[in-house]
């Protein structure tokens, strides 16, 4: 056995050994399936799980959990207002191609305190590390003042959330995690990624899908008015129409 | 009451929104105006996207004015060859309306235009108004307040266009492009602003075009009727931004708005009545100039693309 086949079998079984010492995750979500319909005020969704340690429970395990929930991207223009002869208007745009509908972490503890800027920015853990790839060419100095007008935006809007302390680690083994989604949430595939940080490196990571959908009589106005655009309006006039004539019948008899 | 609004995309106070129309209502039965003016700023503050609280709010302006019009027409207050001319001005105005829309949506500044436009209005709307109730409380506060000679002539401007018709109902011989132009600026207004353009109407008609009064208010009706209808239409085959979960609550609180409006028009000194309604406009004015002109509640906006 030559030098080099003998370091790749001490490497494989070195990787081999190491990859049986990691911890592995297993996540579970409360809802798969979210439906938007009448009454729909948000939906408060269960994150949980187990970390389990191939050193057996409660071992060397010293984990931070980060829960990144993250919506459908799609690409949107930021407008910055600017006041022109007086009156406040928008003046400057930026694109970003690929900006996230939903996004909210959750973690054991603040994220600085977990994991170095590095890793956090490589993971996306964090609002001002959600990646929107910029489009168009204006200086970086710009886009940073773009995308953090972007993230306060939706901060407000509760569809940008960070929450640090909101992953409750209990045993060393289970993990919980909640997070509100608001009403104005986008309809469309969300991506929970759990990740298990010890020593300021992940050490473990799971994908969970969450799938929002508009269903009931909800969904099938929003259906009804993109595909037969026409009928809604017809339907829409018919409403008013009819309440309006309802309303002139209930007086006359007043 | 939590309601999701599905075209708004988002979970509003349904009691807010019925009383909201409610109010639109009583002013309708109050003073025969149809309150679109005041449903889509106050819409918009509650968080509404301003394009779907426009284009609902026309449809149920459409809503608020049928009864007005069967009512006008009952007693033969609907002159329908000039409310026709004008119901035609006003489509194409809807259209022109529509054009603007999407042009200046993509420029970016569609809600500063809105805004501006509804700055102009409403503080002008609102101090007419106010002078009018001072005056009526307190005579002779503001000066001269005897009833003036309403001219009766129409404006000379009109009468220099070419192409006379008559329209008996009216007791007119003028060009119909005058009303045809009337009817464009408003029905431009519908389709931007969500207002069925009565205030604006009912002074044009009468001191421009020099209408006979008892058919004023059913021929803007009548034109506003049909303009709001065409406008609910092109909302929802341009911007496919007509709410039917909200244009439902706001007709269900404006049909029932209306009753009260009736009773309390019949108890309540008018004057103060007049009085409530300026402030209100004026506050909404104020607080849209206030958003324009010193500190816009966000600097920056997201649309999608």
């Known amino acids: 056995m030559s030098l080099a086949a003998r370091l790749v079998v001490v490497l494989v079984a070195w990787a081999a050994l190491t990859a049986q010492r990691e911890p592995v995750l297993v996540p579970e979500v409360s809802q798969s399936l979210i439906e938007v319909r009448q009454g729909f005020t948000g939906a408060r969704l269960l994150l949980y799980g187990a970390v389990i340690d191939p050193e057996g429970a409660g071992g060397s395990g010293d984990y931070d959990i980060v829960v990144v929930l993250k919506g459908p991207t799609e690409p949107v223009r930021i407008r910055e207002k600017a006041r022109i002869a007086g009156i406040w208007m928008n003046a400057q745009d930026s694109d970003f191609r690929s900006a996230p509908s939903f996004f909210a972490v959750a973690s054991s503890r603040p994220i600085g305190d977990i994991v170095d800027e590095r890793t956090a920015a490589i993971y996306e853990l964090g609002t001002e590390f959600i990646q929107l790839s910029p489009s168009g060419t204006i200086d970086p100095e710009e886009q940073a003042r773009f995308a953090r007008g972007l993230v306060e935006l939706r901060r407000k809007q509760g569809l940008y959330q960070e929450n640090p302390g909101g992953v409750r680690i209990s045993e060393k083994v289970l993990y919980q995690a909640r997070i509100d989604l608001p009403s104005n949430v986008t309809t469309g595939r969300y991506t929970a990624e759990t990740f298990a940080i010890a020593r300021g490196r992940v050490v473990a990571s799971a994908t969970a899908r969450i799938e929002v959908v508009k269903a009931g009589l909800e969904g099938q106005v929003v259906t009804a008015s993109q595909r037969f655009a026409f009928f809604y309006g017809l339907g829409a006039i018919a409403l008013s129409l009819g309440m309006g004539w309802l309303a002139g019948r209930l007086f006359a008899r007043g | ?305």
């Open chain 2, 1 to 305: 009451m939590d309601v999701y609004l599905p075209i708004a995309n988002l979970s509003v106070n349904g009691l807010y929104i019925v009383l909201l129309g409610g109010l639109t209502g009583i002013l309708s039965g109050l003073f025969g105006v149809g309150g679109g003016f005041l449903t889509t700023p106050l819409l918009i503050f509650y968080g509404i996207p301003p394009t779907v609280a426009a284009a609902s709010a026309a449809t149920q302006v459409t809503g608020a004015s049928v009864s007005g019009v069967l009512a006008h027409s009952r007693r033969k207050g609907v002159d329908y060859r000039m409310g026709g001319v004008m119901v035609a001005g006003g489509m194409v105005g809807a259209l022109i309306g529509a054009g603007l829309f999407s042009l200046l949506q993509r420029a970016g500044q569609i809600d500063v235009v809105i805004s501006v436009l509804y700055v102009l209005m409403l503080g002008s709307i609102g101090s007419l108004m106010m002078r009018e109730a001072i005056e009526a409380l307190r005579p002779g506060l503001l000066g001269k307040a005897g009833p003036r000679v309403k001219k009766r002539r129409h404006h000379p401007l009109v009468a220099s266009l070419p192409y006379r018709w008559r329209f008996y109902a009216s007791g007119l011989y003028i060009s119909p492009l005058a009303p045809l132009l009337l009817g464009m600026g408003v029905g431009v207004l519908t389709m931007l602003l969500g207002v069925g353009g009565g205030f604006l109407l009912v002074p044009a008609m009468l001191y421009i075009l020099g209408m006979s009064g008892n058919v004023v208010v059913g021929t803007s009706l009548y034109q506003i009727l049909f303009v709001t209808m065409v406008t609910t239409m092109t909302h929802a085959l341009t911007t496919r931004a007509v709410d039917l979960v909200l244009a439902g609550l706001l007709l269900l609180g404006s049909v029932l708005g209306a009753q009260f409006g009736t009773q309390i028009a019949m108890k309540a000194r008018p004057e103060y009545l007049r009085l409530a309604l300026a402030t209100l406009v004026l506050l909404i004015a104020l607080r849209m100039l206030y958003g324009l002109g010193v500190a816009p509640d966000e600097i920056y906006t997201v649309e999608r693309l």
